[in-house]
Each structure stands twice: as structure tokens, then as C-alpha cells.
């Protein structure tokens, strides 16, 4: 097998492992529903929300936390979620219907996002919150409010492209938002159309790991909203945004090990990790490394809710290096987050079944096929690496020692690979067996799945702990009535 | 020593014997390469100079301005240099941890661009990575840049291969140590020196020091990231060895407090990694041996670096009246008052009115009549007694009446007899409807 094998094993919270320790329910469930198929765990978002309502106690701030809808196309995790004091981001019309659906109210729905005139539309006649990418589309919105005679729409200004002085933070380049030095004219199609809309507050989103680029954002968006109240408006609002991101590896050590036999396969010193060589963004040029990693940090310990801690906690440097989160507090302002991968970790998995497995005559690694798609598990379109959890058909099957396998999926198509990874079992998997993709919930689950060579799309189901045992129904029968059963059950997270 | 530019004192610094009381070798002379004597700094005062010395004039005939990916010394010595040719130079980094050196750079004048972080949402078929695009911007037409590329440039070597190397033969009376210790960070420094040792001596061990996988040493790269440098060759190195931090500070501080050298925290890792080894294999050896390592930069950089790892190395002692002394008794029974009473109370003109909040959000909104001092402030002026006299009943304010509670109970025990706290704070206050203003 060359070498130690170089595992990448999922961080598991108590839920999901309980849940893999569950072959007599997961074995079941696929046979009946096929493979592959998606469970959520609707009581571990609740459980997370508390977590992130945690640090915004810890810095007395007050202010909604949206989930990110587009994360996971989820019935029962949006219902449950209804049942908490959490809101809902809403990206497109058809969201923006579930989640009117699934019990949110409009003052607990903010609509985001590149947006139709249907969708402009719903949005303002259920008056929900509307974060306003350009003034353009702010002249649009008002338009439709006075043609339809509609309640004055609460909007927040999306803004982009920060500045620093001093040291220069450089940002990727976003399609989204108005840039913080045309505010002003954003300002000004505010006051025109003051009849129509209310400004609320300023909003971000940056898609990048870098805290400090976003302690930069939240600097600029104070600044504009300093100037908002010097023209006599009243916002109230700082909506961050999301990209808190999530921990998914369990070992640290792991993740360096994996890295620096990565970084030695691509320049030649060990046996290739990776089917046909890929170096996921490495490569060779004469024996020196070059390009950049092209993977998600996965073992990340400054994820989710500490990330939210740790950027309140920045000094902003161009207000004598305060604190963010005093400074949102002392003026008076609401902070908004919309997390969605950070708000599903540990909250769904995805199962797929063993069909092949083959021994390559001249040796190597297996070659294991599952009943699934690569883009049934997204983890590596979004450069996870994380290794599958073996949830074997017969419990009594003596288990040999570990092996080197590729997972490929089941289309006709030489690129169907689950992972361009060669990934290390402790076990050699069996057809019929299960392979578990832990934490597949935030954006892994549904977001990239197709339909390709009329193959299925994975079944949904929602699953639940009862009295010492699992419980599940299809995602769509799933309602906050659902579990627990009797009534007065304490849903948590309400507030 | 009379020189015409300060360029001329780069170079020929001192070899110096640690006592080996310090280290507790037997049988091996440890040296230190005191390169933290060079005028600007560091051990990259040489290759910043070997890298630009003549371009500079060329430069400054075309205006162009001075470019490097650095985040710390390199940086620092050309910044010096481009500044001494009437250059502008612009640093581009995403490595540059260290609060003080960003400063050190603004001011002396350097352009500092960080690169933006990796995205969270990832597209793995984007291949063009931060450093790609720099390279671009490099070579556009019409742009005039002098790029000195210290991780590719082999007049970074050479400044060794032609200073630093031949130096210490010399001053070991002509022959090379037996071991050389060195930090690999563009590894110039290492390969220059190891390969003029090895001419005199191809017996000599070269050790190379890398900083632990997820740890961060200033100015040491990790052993991935060494593999990104193209002046790095695994070939020079008869070993490479990790050093943590933790370790690297350990070595700092003995160079600092027993030696009488005021190392960083890199040269502080060469001697911990110079050490470790030596002990390991002087057991193998009855003669008398010589090991060199190499004492990069100083220590006064690297305050708040050793700060977060270290805070009890800056122990101070407890000041008086300070909120921190209060009990949580204390504090929940601190005088408060609520926003209809405060009003009431603020009617009669008798409190004077304490913002306690930073003056940015005071002058955004606060209650009308109030005065600002901002909390930091505030805890100074009580350190030195009570700043209000005891006859002026006071009101103090913050957000959410949680540091007022402190401070009102900090103020009553110190003997002020009618100080009380705003209960729920501003945004009680604004909740409650009550009036506030912008001047």
C-alpha cells in the first residue's frame, strides 16, 4: 500500500456518530430508498444556532442570525428552524416560497442575491427585507412598490470593494454589491426614493477565509452608515454576512501529515496520493513547488462560531483599534449574520453503496465503485478531503487491516470520480456495504446534484433522536410537530 | 571605522563564543553569527544589497519602484535602500503576522499590499492564485517595476557565497566549523554559507531548521513551504529539523538574558534547533568541535509576537483601583437606576452625565448633556484616585450598562457617595424612546 496510510477522518459530533453506529437503521433505509441518499439532522441546526446566539451574548449584541437557504435545499431543516427565533436568507424565488411555507414571517426573511422581477415582487409585497445589490436595482424595487401601491420595502445596501489606509488589503474582485466609493450615489437614490424604501442598515458578504479582510468590510460598512446618520436617516442594522466556515477534520495532525505527502507526490519523492497524478493546484517546474493548494482548509479550528468570535473581537484599526463587536454595540447597532455552511456543520450525511470492488491485477490501490454520482457528494467540488465512513452490511465480518482504494461513481464518464484522492479505509470495503459522507449537509448534499444519464438524484430524510432511538420520515413530511410527539416538547432555540 | 554610505557597514559581522556554561556542551564551541549587527537589522541587509546595489541608480533613472514579496526583513532593508535612492518600494505579502513590523515598514516609508485570503466558497478550477496574478501585474506593459525576487534571485546566495561564508572561515582562523546551523526562509543564507564551508571541508554537517507544520516563526518557512522556494535545494542539508515556537522563544530568551544577544525569535530557534542537535550526537565524539549558527534579527520586533505566546513574561504588577479588583457581589449591587428615573433625575440638573463609550459612536448618538471619556480613559484616571469630586453626583453610561456597573461600583468603593449606573445602558435608553442626540 506504500507507506503509512494517510487518513483524513471526519470530525463527528455526538449526533452523527450515534447515527453511524446505526447500521440497522442505515442499511434499511438505502436498501428501501435507494443509494444514494441524504440525511439531515434537523435538531443539530437548532443546536448550532444556540452556538452562534452564544457569542453574540458573550459581546451583548443583539440581532438576527439568518441561515443561508442555498445551502441545503432542505424541507425539514428550514421547518425546524421556523421553530426557533433564527431567520432565513433567501436567494431566489423558489426560496423565498419555502421559506414563507415553512412558517417563517416576513420580518424574519431577508431576500439576497442576484434577483428576478418575481422575486423583487414577493419580496415586497410580503414586506421582507430586501439587501439591495445596486441602485439600479434599488430604482427597480421602488418602481414596483408605487406601481402596485406596496408597503415601503426595508432595504439594506450591499456594499463592496473596501478600502484600508495604511496597510492595503487586497480582496478578490466580487460580481456583488455596490462599491464602497459609489455610496454616495446609492445614498442619494435612497433620499429620492425615500417614499418607497427604508434604508435599515449596510450589509457584506465576502467570499474569503481572511478575517482581517472582513474586519475591513465591517470598518467600511460603519463608516457608511456614520455618514447615513449625519443625513439624517436611521440604521439600524450590520448584516455580515456568512463564510464562518467549518471544521471538518477530527486530527490535526492528519490534515499536515496528508498535505506534506501531497506536497512530496507532486514533486516526485513519494508515490503519487491522487489518481493519475493530480496535484489539487501543485505542481512540479524543475523541482520547485509552484501554484497554491486548491483545497478547503479542512481541519480548521477557528470555524463557525469562534471565527464570529474572533472577528468581534478584531481591532478596528481605523477607530483606535476598538474592538469590532464594542463598536457595533456602542452604536447601537443590530449585527446580522447569515451563516450556511457554519450553521450545518454536523448536520446531515450522505449515503451511497458499495456496488464493485476490483483488484487491479498488477496490484495497487482498489477500485471501488459506489451507486452514486461524484456530484451526489459534493465534498470535492468543494476541495474537502475527507475520508467515508465504512458502515459494513455484515456486522460479524472479521475486519483485515487497512487498504488504499479510488472511489469512483457510477456514470459513464472517465471524470466520475467521487475524489481525485486515493483514499485509506481502515477496512476493506464489501459490495453491499455502506460508504457515510459525514457533514455533507452544507452545500455538499443537493446544491451540484443532477440528473445526468437519467441516474437518480439522492432521496432526502430527516432523522431525530426518541427515547434512546433514531426515528426518521421522508425530508418533506418532516414538520417541528414531527419529532418528539408529545406536546409541550421543548423545541430549544426559541426565544 | 569611517564609511562614505551606511551600505559599507553591511557585512563583516562578529563571531561570538557562547559560554558553555549556557549550553552545556563538553567537547563542541558553539558560535553565534551575530547577523543581527548588520545596520539594518538583519542577515537580509546583505542579499537586499547584493540584489539591488547598481540596478538602484538604473532604477531611479526610470522611476521604478522597488518590488518583493516580504513579510519582514527583506522588506525592511529595502525599503532603507529604495529610500536612500529616492525610490518608492511596495512590499506584497500574505505573511506578514507581526504588528510591528507593519509599522516598522509604514514608516519608513514602504507601500504594504496584503494578499487577499483563500475563498471559503472554493472553486477548485480557478488556477489563478494570488501570487499568479502578481507575477501579471509585474510584467504588464508600460509598468516599471524592479522585482528582486529574493526566493528565485542566486544573487541572494551570492551575497553569501561571497560575505557571509567566507567570513566565518576566516575568523575560525581558516577552517570550517564542524557543523553549521541555519534557519531556511529563502534559504540564500544557508546554501551561500553551506557551500563555502563545504569547499573548505566537505565533512561539515549543515543542519537546517524549519518551523513545525502548523506553527509560525517569523522569517522560517514550514517544510511545504520550503519546497516553494526556488533558491531551496533538500540537497544542501545533510538534515532538516522542525522547531515550534514555543521553543524558538525558549532559545530567544536565553540568547537575550544569559548571552548578551538581543535575538529574535528566529535566531532564538537556530540556537534551540543548534543545541538540540549538538547534545544529540556530542556523546559520539572525544575530540574538540566547532558548530556555527546563524543570529538573524533582533528582538525588539517581536514584542507582541512573544506577548500572545508568552503573556506571563509580562507580568506587571496589579494597579490600584483597578475594575479587574471588583467582586461579582460588588459589581451586581453596584447603584443603578433606571431610564425613567434617570430622566427624572437628569431633569433636576444635579449628575453630571459619563459616556463611557468610544467618542466615534458618542458623536454618532449620545444623551444630550453628557460628557465623553471612553472607557480605556476612564480606567487610567481612576487608577490615580477619583476624578470627580464627591459633592457632583455622577450618571455613567455605556452600552448595556454592563461596564457602567463596574465602574459605579469601582467608584463607590473608592468613596464617591452617589455615583449610580445607567441600568440596560444606551440602548435601553433608545428602547425606551428617551431623546438622543448629534451635535
Redesign the interface.
Known amino acids: 500500500m506504500g507507506g503509512q496510510p494517510l487518513y483524513l477522518a471526519p470530525r463527528l459530533g455526538d449526533r452523527l456518530r450515534s447515527l453511524l453506529a446505526s447500521p440497522e437503521l442505515l442499511h434499511p433505509l438505502t436498501d428501501a430508498l435507494g443509494s444514494p441518499l441524504n440525511v439531515v439532522v434537523p435538531d443539530q441546526l437548532a443546536a448550532n444556532l444556540e452556538q452562534f446566539r452564544a457569542v453574540y451574548d458573550r459581546h451583548?449584541l443583539?440581532g438576527q442570525v439568518l441561515f443561508a437557504h442555498k445551502a441545503n435545499r432542505s424541507s425539514a431543516l428550514l421547518r425546524r428552524l421556523a421553530a426557533t427565533d433564527a431567520g432565513v436568507d433567501v436567494a431566489s424565488l423558489g426560496e423565498l416560497q419555502h421559506a414563507l411555507g415553512a412558517g417563517f414571517t416576513p420580518d424574519r426573511i431577508t431576500a439576497t442575491g442576484p434577483k428576478n422581477p418575481e422575486f423583487l415582487w414577493l419580496a415586497a409585497r410580503t414586506s421582507v427585507t430586501v439587501a439591495v445589490d445596486s441602485p439600479a436595482e434599488l430604482v427597480q424595487l421602488a418602481m414596483l412598490v408605487r406601481k402596485f401601491a406596496l408597503p415601503r420595502a426595508c432595504v439594506l445596501f450591499r456594499l463592496a470593494g473596501f478600502e484600508t489606509s495604511?496597510?492595503?488589503?487586497?480582496?478578490?474582485r466580487s460580481r456583488f454589491g455596490t462599491p464602497v466609493k459609489e455610496w454616495a450615489g446609492l445614498l442619494d437614490a435612497v433620499e429620492r426614493h425615500s417614499d418607497a424604501v427604508e434604508p435599515v442598515g449596510a450589509a457584506y458578504h465576502l467570499?474569503?477565509?481572511?478575517?482581517?479582510?472582513k474586519a475591513t468590510a465591517l470598518e467600511g460598512c460603519?463608516r457608511v452608515l456614520?455618514e447615513c446618520?449625519?443625513r439624517g436617516l436611521r440604521p439600524s442594522t450590520v448584516d455580515i454576512g456568512?463564510?464562518f466556515?467549518v471544521d471538518y477534520l477530527a486530527d490535526?495532525e492528519q490534515w499536515?501529515r496528508y498535505?506534506?505527502g501531497l506536497?512530496a507526490a507532486v514533486?516526485g519523492t513519494r508515490p503519487p496520493l491522487t489518481w493519475g497524478g493530480h496535484g489539487?493546484?501543485l505542481r512540479n517546474e524543475s523541482?520547485?513547488?509552484?501554484?497554491?493548494l486548491?483545497?478547503?482548509?479542512a481541519h480548521r479550528p477557528l470555524a463557525g462560531p469562534r471565527y464570529l468570535d474572533g472577528l468581534l473581537g478584531h481591532p478596528a484599526a481605523s477607530?483606535?483599534g476598538?474592538p469590532l463587536a464594542?463598536?457595533l454595540?456602542?452604536?447601537?447597532y443590530d449585527l446580522r449574520i447569515e451563516p450556511g455552511?457554519a450553521l450545518l456543520d454536523q448536520c446531515g450525511l450522505t449515503l451511497a453503496k458499495v456496488l464493485e470492488v476490483r483488484e487491479p491485477e498488477n496490484g495497487g490501490e482498489l477500485l471501488v465503485r459506489l451507486a452514486a454520482k461524484a456530484d451526489d457528494v459534493a465534498l470535492?467540488?468543494?476541495?474537502v478531503l475527507m475520508d467515508p465512513v465504512v458502515v459494513p452490511r455484515d456486522p460479524k465480518r472479521a475486519a483485515a487491516g487497512p487498504v488504499a482504494v479510488h472511489l469512483f461513481g457510477t456514470l459513464c464518464l472517465e471524470t466520475d470520480l467521487i475524489t481525485r484522492r486515493t483514499v485509506f479505509l481502515p477496512h476493506r470495503p464489501e459490495p453491499g456495504d455502506l460508504l457515510a459522507f459525514a457533514n455533507t449537509a452544507g452545500?455538499c448534499m443537493d446544491f451540484h446534484a443532477t440528473r445526468a444519464q437519467r441516474q437518480p438524484v439522492a432521496r432526502k430524510v430527516a432523522a431525530w433522536q426518541e427515547d434512546g432511538a433514531w426515528r426518521w420520515c421522508l425530508d418533506d413530511q418532516y414538520w417541528p410537530t414531527t419529532s418528539g410527539g408529545a406536546p409541550g416538547y421543548d423545541m430549544g432555540g426559541a426565544q | 571605522m569611517r564609511y562614505d554610505s551606511i551600505t559599507e557597514a553591511i557585512g563583516n559581522t562578529p563571531l561570538v563564543r557562547i559560554d558553555p556554561a549556557v549550553h552545556g556542551l563538553e567537547h563542541i564551541d558553539l558560535y553565534a553569527k551575530l547577523e543581527l549587527l548588520n545596520p539594518f537589522g538583519s542577515v537580509k541587509d546583505r542579499a537586499a544589497w547584493n540584489m539591488t546595489g547598481l540596478r538602484l541608480a538604473d532604477a531611479a533613472e526610470h522611476g521604478s519602484q522597488v518590488v518583493e514579496l516580504s513579510s519582514g526583513n527583506t522588506a525592511k532593508a529595502l525599503a532603507v535602500l529604495a529610500g536612500m535612492h529616492g525610490l518608492a518600494f511596495k512590499s506584497v505579502t500574505n505573511r506578514?503576522r507581526v504588528p510591528e513590523i507593519?509599522d516598522l515598514l509604514?514608516l519608513l516609508g514602504a507601500?504594504?499590499?496584503?494578499?487577499?485570503?483563500?475563498?471559503?466558497?472554493?472553486d477548485?478550477t480557478?488556477?489563478d492564485?494570488?501570487?499568479t496574478l502578481f507575477h501579471r501585474s509585474l510584467s504588464e506593459p508600460g509598468s516599471a517595476y524592479l522585482h528582486t525576487d529574493q526566493y528565485f534571485n542566486p544573487r541572494n546566495t551570492e551575497a553569501h557565497l561571497t560575505g557571509t561564508g567566507p567570513e566565518i572561515v576566516k575568523d575560525l582562523d581558516g577552517r570550517a566549523p564542524d557543523w553549521f546551523i541555519a534557519c531556511v526562509g529563502t534559504a540564500g543564507s544557508s546554501t551561500g554559507v553551506a557551500r563555502v564551508l563545504r569547499e573548505h571541508d566537505p565533512a561539515v554537517q549543515v543542519v537546517g531548521l524549519v518551523a513545525a507544520?502548523?506553527d509560525f516563526i517569523p522569517g522560517i518557512r514550514t517544510?511545504?513551504e520550503a519546497?516553494?522556494?526556488?533558491l531551496?535545494?533538500p540537497g544542501t542539508y545533510d538534515s532538516i529539523e522542525a522547531v515550534n515556537s514555543d521553543e524558538a522563544i525558549e532559545g530567544m530568551l536565553t540568547l537575550n538574558r544569559r548571552c548578551g544577544i538581543l535575538a529574535g525569535p528566529t535566531g532564538g530557534a537556530a540556537y534551540f534547533g543548534a543545541v538540540r542537535r549538538l547534545k544529540a550526537v556530542e556523546a559520539d565524539t572525544a575530540e574538540r568541535r566547532s558548530a556555527v549558527f546563524i543570529v538573524c534579527d533582533r528582538v525588539e520586533s517581536y514584542v507582541s509576537y512573544v506577548r500572545q505566546r508568552r503573556p506571563d513574561l509580562f507580568g506587571r504588577p496589579r494597579r490600584a483601583n483597578s475594575p479587574a479588583d471588583l467582586t461579582d457581589a460588588e459589581v451586581r449591587t453596584a447603584p443603578a437606576i433606571g431610564v425613567t428615573q434617570a430622566r427624572t433625575w437628569i431633569g433636576t440638573g444635579a449628575p453630571l452625565v459619563v459616556d463611557l463609550?468610544?467618542p466615534?459612536?458618542?458623536a454618532?448618538?449620545h444623551i444630550d448633556g453628557s460628557v465623553n471619556i471612553v472607557d480605556e480613559l476612564f480606567e487610567e484616571l481612576v487608577h490615580g484616585g477619583l476624578p470627580f469630586s464627591r459633592t457632583r453626583p455622577v450618571l455613567l453610561a455605556?452600552?448595556?450598562g454592563?461596564k457602567s456597573a463596574r465602574y459605579a461600583a469601582l467608584l463607590t468603593r473608592m468613596g464617591h457617595p452617589d455615583v449610580r449606573s445607567l441600568a440596560g445602558g444606551?440602548?435601553a435608553w433608545?428602547d425606551a424612546g428617551a431623546p438622543l442626540v448629534?451635535d
Do not use: N, W
Open positions: 451583548h443583539s495604511g496597510v492595503r488589503v487586497l480582496s478578490r467570499d474569503t477565509t481572511s478575517l482581517t479582510e460603519l456614520e446618520r449625519s456568512g463564510g466556515g490535526g499536515e498535505t506534506t506536497t514533486l489539487y493546484g523541482g520547485t513547488l509552484r501554484g497554491s486548491a483545497l478547503y482548509p477607530f483606535d476598538r464594542a463598536l454595540l456602542e452604536h447601537l455552511r470535492e467540488e468543494h476541495g452545500y | 506578514m507593519k509604514l507601500e504594504i499590499e496584503e494578499l487577499p485570503g483563500q475563498s471559503e466558497c472554493l477548485p480557478a488556477t492564485d494570488p501570487l507544520k502548523s517544510i511545504d519546497h516553494q522556494v526556488g531551496f535545494d463609550r468610544s466615534y459612536a458618542f454618532a448618538l455605556c452600552p448595556v454592563e444606551i440602548i433608545r448629534r
